[in-house]
């Protein structure tokens, strides 16, 4: 693949990447906000959210938040 | 149905503070913007995998693009209708807030009814997205398709997708478990994708909407209209039958 591929390709790319960062750090922030997590260790949750590309942020809003004391935000 | 708006608007609310359309909106984006844009490069993708072995493909095609989006956005949304509506009553039974919203003047009908309008708008409001950031890269990146044709896909889509959420709902309603609603729910949906393979009865199940769909894309395709008319009668029932397991359960 030359660097013209790449180039041409990078247009179309960014959305793509901007989507993709915009859930790791929404993922990321709600993490660090909330109190408790399934499982109770959240630093596997937040592994999860960096290593598994797309799918790891989804996992854990999902499945991943605990009820807060407050209210209810979880699925 | 009493308290029907009030509860809809309450769903929607519901939708956007659990961050159920935010989901689903991520994921449907995430495949319509990248699938145009995989089917396009492949060629180059593979050549730098490949190193020395040549591997020949046809020219990249915008038809190729849309239907290879569209069977992807089938299998992703099949998975997020059941991920997202297993725990819609089952859930909301365990925590006991359906209790609470059930303790009012609320006709049961309308609580599930909420439900299925609520989850089906973001669903498809989502899928709209997506469709149209799909649509629009395939022609930016190869040509131009029959919008007529992706258009008429993405409402066969929608009203496969509905279905679905359906019969979701009525297993949670009839489960306590979310876990086991959504797992028999996922059951179904796929059995029944299986019925599309058996001639005659292949052409009447919810599942042969999205073939059409597809189908139409390439040029005319033969229609699947008693498919439209099962899913639509489908949708009925399962909300029927919602409400009557509620009506006859102490909540």
Do not use: C
Request: hydrophobic letters at 55%; a neutral charge; charged letters at 15%.
């Amino acid at each position: 693949m030359d660097f013209d591929v790449i180039k041409d390709a990078l247009p179309f790319l960014i959305p793509i990447l901007v989507i993709q960062l915009a859930l790791l750090v929404f993922a990321l922030v709600d993490l660090v906000k909330r109190k408790r997590v399934k499982g109770g260790n959240k630093i596997l949750w937040g592994a999860i959210i960096i290593l598994i590309d797309i799918i790891g942020p989804i996992i854990y809003l999902l499945f991943g938040r605990e009820e807060d004391d407050a209210g209810s935000d979880t699925l | 149905m009493t308290g029907l708006g009030v509860l809809i608007k309450k769903e929607i609310r519901e939708q956007l503070k659990t961050y159920r359309f935010l989901i689903m909106a991520g994921v449907f984006l995430f495949f319509g913007l990248s699938t145009p844009l995989l089917i396009k490069y492949l060629p180059e993708l593979l050549e730098l995998a490949g190193e020395d072995i040549i591997i020949e493909l046809p020219p990249p095609t915008a038809l190729q693009a849309l239907q290879e989006y569209s069977d992807t956005i089938l299998q992703v949304g099949i998975l997020v209708v059941v991920l997202v509506t297993m725990g819609a009553v089952a859930r909301e039974r365990e925590r006991g807030t359906a209790q609470m919203v059930l303790s009012k003047p609320v006709d049961r009908g309308a609580f599930v009814g909420a439900k299925l309008v609520g989850i089906s708008l973001s669903f498809l409001v989502a899928l709209g997205l997506a469709s149209a950031a799909s649509y629009i890269y395939t022609v930016m990146l190869l040509g131009e398709v029959d919008v007529g044709a992706f258009l008429a896909l993405n409402l066969l889509l929608g009203l496969f997708f509905i279905t679905a959420i359906a019969i979701t709902l009525l297993f949670s309603s009839l489960f306590k478990n979310q876990l086991a609603a959504g797992g028999v729910a996922l059951a179904f949906l796929v059995g029944q994708a299986v019925l599309t393979q058996i001639p005659w009865i292949g052409d009447y199940v919810p599942a042969a909407l999205p073939g059409w769909g597809i189908g139409l894309l390439a040029g005319p395709h033969p229609a699947a209209w008693g498919a439209v008319a099962v899913s639509v009668v489908v949708i009925g029932v399962s909300l029927y039958l919602s409400r009557l397991k509620l009506s006859r359960t102490e909540i």
